[in-house]
Structure formats: C-alpha cells, structure tokens
C-alpha cells in the first residue's frame, strides 16, 4: 500500500498574511504598523503564536529582534537564518517584509509535512524596525545585530517629538541592555530572506523567482542652505541669495552626477526639499534638502557623493551662500554568497520554477546581516512593481514559487 504524499499548498499562509493586514494603525486595506506601537505589538504578538503552534522556540533580544528555531538533529552547528520584517510604513500594503517572515515560516511547515529533519537548525527571525518611519534610519535591528550601529549611536537616536529609543523599547517591554543585541561572525550559518521584488521586472518578463546577486546600498545625508530672505518684489535680482535656488543647482547637479556613470545600478534622489518661510510672495532664505544615492558599486556611488560635494563648494562661493552636509549614513552594497544562490538555482531547477539572477535596489536586513553571515535574497514578483501602497499585492501562486523554492534551499543548506 503506496502513501500518498503530501501536497503543498499555501491556503493557510494566505489567510494569515490577510489577518496579519488587519492589525494596522489605519483601515484596512492600508496596513501602517511602526515599530513599538500598539499595532506594531499585537502583530509581533500574532506571528510569535504561528511560530510557537508551529513547534518552534522563541525569544526576543533587547531591541525586539524575534527569533524562531526549529531545532536540528545537532545542536552544536550555527542554525540558517530565513525571516525579514512586519513592521510597515504609514499607507503601506501587506506584503512588504511580510511575505518573507510568515512565507519563511511556511517553508519550514512544508519541511515539516514532508518530514524533513534538519541536522542544522532552522531560524526564522523577525527584524525590529527594518522601515526608518519611527527614528528615521531603516534596519535598526539587524544593524544593532551587525554592529553597524553601536548601543550609543541608538540612545541618541529620538523620534519627531523627541522620545528616544530608550523610552520606547522599554514602553514595549524589551529590557536588558543593548549591548546584547550584537552577535558574532558565525552565529548564523547562512541566511536567505524572501521578499517581493518591488520593481516590475519578474512579472514583466514572466519569470517566478529572482535570485539577487548584489544589493544596492545607499548613502544619504542633509544638506541645509542658508540665503538671505525678503520681499519678492523688494529683494532685486542682481542681490539675491535665494537659498532654494542655490538648492536647485544642487539638486539639478546630483541628477547629473548619477547619469554621468554610465551605468543603470546608479541613481540619486532628492526625497525631501523643506522651504523655509514656504511664502509666494516671500524669496526663501533657508531650504533643507535630503540626498539618496544607491549603486552595487561603492566606488561608483562615492564618486557621486565626490562630485556633489563639489558642486556644494561652486554653489557655496558663487551664490554667497552657506551650506552645512550631514551625513546620515554611507552603507556598503552587498555581494550575495555563491554557495546560497547555487543551492537557489538547483532549489528553482527542482521545482520547475523559471528564474533569474538580478539586482536589488531597495536595501533590506540582509544587507547588514552579510556583515556576520552569507546571504542571498530570494525574490517574488509583485503586481506592477507597486509596493509601499496599499494596492501593494503578490498573488498566491508567486508566493506558493517562493515558499516552494525557499523551502527546498532551507533543506539543502541544513542538512
């Protein structure tokens, strides 16, 4: 008498991500989760219960940073790593980051199904804070992970009405001191995150799976310009030191200097432009601007960041201006492991799944987490490229390749 084996199907992992959606800041379907909210903390609440109905063991460092084993038949060796974030930015969908922990912890249900027992043990891990949205600096909990931020750098880090983090994680129940969020080299074996693209391309080209080679990184900093005010009709053009129009140039001379490479992994942005007194009939006497540049080449994006600075100091002398830079930070692009994007492609060749290799260009954990582990990112299509918005969506059969080939990888690289 033959057994029959079982199917793998996604139905649960389905409903879950939709009940997930529901514990939002806002109405649904606009998920807002920020993190050490209430929302924020009845969602951790959610998923730790997955995990734990799932036979895993969980704990949580000092930040809030969960983590779920399924244990191996050996103790002794690191565990590999899967997981992302839950946590979500103001008028966001419900996929982002999402996909990664709840699709991570399929994947280790469908290994359990099959009856698969890791020799390595399986960690799933739920990042603290992967969006800026409270502090205003993303992945602060794998970057506390990697040392990337020290425990003094977070104390000092506060929110729009001054409350730093101290105040907050304490609010939310995390205690013990921050030093002992950093771990060592080795604590993780591997680690692999799912995540949906948030770009077009997958689905464009028809493609189930993107294996992600290089992560993109950026480096943004403050640039606040000092001018003199006055009356728009009263201040005559010949003595004007307009600070938005100074700002204009710099603007206009990051776009240039990111097109001036030659290659698509460059870009710069100016996200924010805060004008100051925000008058029609008043010429602006000091603007604050923020700058975004990413590129897998960190040569590349700090010779942009050379050539604004450049700019800074023509616009500075000839405009009579003043201009002051903070850099907010410079993060190093990521080179993915070639053992884990091997073990993905034999995983996507198994499961019939057609792939590719590509790029990612929005940063995520595990850009901090390579810092004391390999990793490799695993990517599934999302429905025109649209993600941070409420119609943010990836259908169950994208999800269903990305558990399937996720879960062969965890098996392949824990045994």
């Given amino acids: 008498?033959?057994?029959?084996?079982?199917?793998?199907?996604?139905?649960?992992?389905?409903?879950?991500?939709?009940?997930?959606?529901?514990?939002?800041?806002?109405?649904?379907?606009?998920?807002?989760?920020?993190?050490?909210?209430?929302?924020?903390?009845?969602?951790?609440?959610?998923?730790?219960?997955?995990?734990?109905?799932?036979?895993?063991?969980?704990?949580?460092?000092?930040?809030?940073?969960?983590?779920?084993?399924?244990?191996?038949?050996?103790?002794?060796?690191?565990?590999?790593?899967?997981?992302s974030h839950i946590d979500a930015i103001p008028n966001a969908g419900l996929y982002d980051g999402?996909?990664?922990?709840?699709?991570?912890?399929?994947?280790?249900?469908?290994?359990?199904?099959?009856?698969?027992?890791?020799?390595?043990?399986?960690?799933?891990?739920?990042?603290?804070?992967?969006?800026?949205?409270?502090?205003?600096?993303?992945?602060?909990g794998s970057r506390m992970m990697a040392s990337v931020l020290t425990p003094q750098q977070a104390l000092a880090l506060r929110d729009k009405d001054g409350r730093g983090l101290e105040e907050w994680r304490a609010q939310a129940g995390f205690i013990g001191p921050l030093e002992s969020v950093a771990v060592p080299r080795g604590r993780f074996h591997q680690f692999v995150e799912l995540h949906i693209e948030q770009g077009p391309y997958l689905e464009l080209e028809g493609i189930d799976v993107g294996l992600v080679t290089h992560i993109a990184a950026p480096a943004s900093q403050r640039i606040a310009i000092e001018g003199e005010g006055g009356h728009a009709g009263g201040k005559l053009m010949p003595g004007r030191k307009d600070a938005?129009?100074?700002?204009?140039?710099?603007?206009?001379?990051?776009?240039?200097?990111?097109?001036?490479?030659?290659?698509?992994?460059?870009?710069?942005?100016?996200?924010?432009?805060?004008?100051?007194?925000?008058?029609?009939?008043?010429?602006?006497?000091?603007?604050?601007?923020?700058?975004?540049?990413?590129?897998?080449n960190r040569a590349r994006r700090d010779g942009v960041l050379a050539a604004l600075a450049s700019a800074v100091e023509e616009v500075r002398t000839r405009r009579g201006v003043t201009i002051t830079t903070d850099l907010i930070n410079a993060d190093p692009?990521?080179?993915?492991?070639?053992?884990?994007?091997?073990?993905?492609?034999?995983?996507?060749?198994?499961?019939?799944?057609?792939?590719?290799?590509?790029v990612a260009r929005a940063y995520h954990d595990s850009s901090f987490v390579s810092c004391i582990a390999p990793v490799a990112m695993l990517f599934i299509p999302c429905r025109g490229g649209v993600s941070h918005r409420p119609d943010e969506y990836a259908s169950p059969e994208w999800i269903g390749s990305g558990v399937h080939v996720l879960s062969r990888t965890l098996a392949e690289l824990a045994s």
Avoid at 18 to 37: C, D, H, K, N, Y
């Fill in 98 to 140: 999402c996909v990664g922990v709840l699709g991570g912890l399929e994947a280790i249900r469908v290994l359990q199904k099959f009856g698969f027992k890791p020799r390595r043990s399986i960690e799933l891990v739920i990042f603290t804070a992967e969006e800026p949205t409270r502090f205003g600096i993303g992945c602060l």
């Fill in 333 to 358: 692009p990521t080179t993915c492991d070639p053992e884990i994007l091997a073990a993905l492609e034999r995983s996507a060749i198994a499961a019939g799944k057609i792939y590719k290799r590509m």
């Fill in 244 to 296: 938005l129009a100074a700002a204009a140039e710099l603007i206009l001379a990051l776009e240039s200097a990111a097109k001036s490479t030659g290659a698509i992994d460059t870009v710069g942005t100016v996200g924010i432009c805060d004008v100051f007194p925000g008058a029609v009939n008043s010429v602006p006497s000091r603007v604050l601007i923020t700058t975004d540049v990413r590129d897998i």
């Fill in 1 to 83: 008498m033959t057994t029959a084996r079982p199917q793998l199907t996604i139905d649960g992992l389905t409903a879950e991500l939709m009940a997930l959606a529901q514990i939002s800041e806002a109405e649904p379907p606009i998920v807002t989760r920020v993190v050490f909210g209430e929302a924020d903390l009845r969602a951790r609440t959610y998923v730790k219960g997955l995990c734990e109905a799932a036979g895993l063991k969980v704990r949580e460092d000092a930040i809030g940073n969960t983590f779920a084993r399924w244990e191996g038949s050996d103790p002794t060796l690191a565990p590999i790593g899967t997981g």
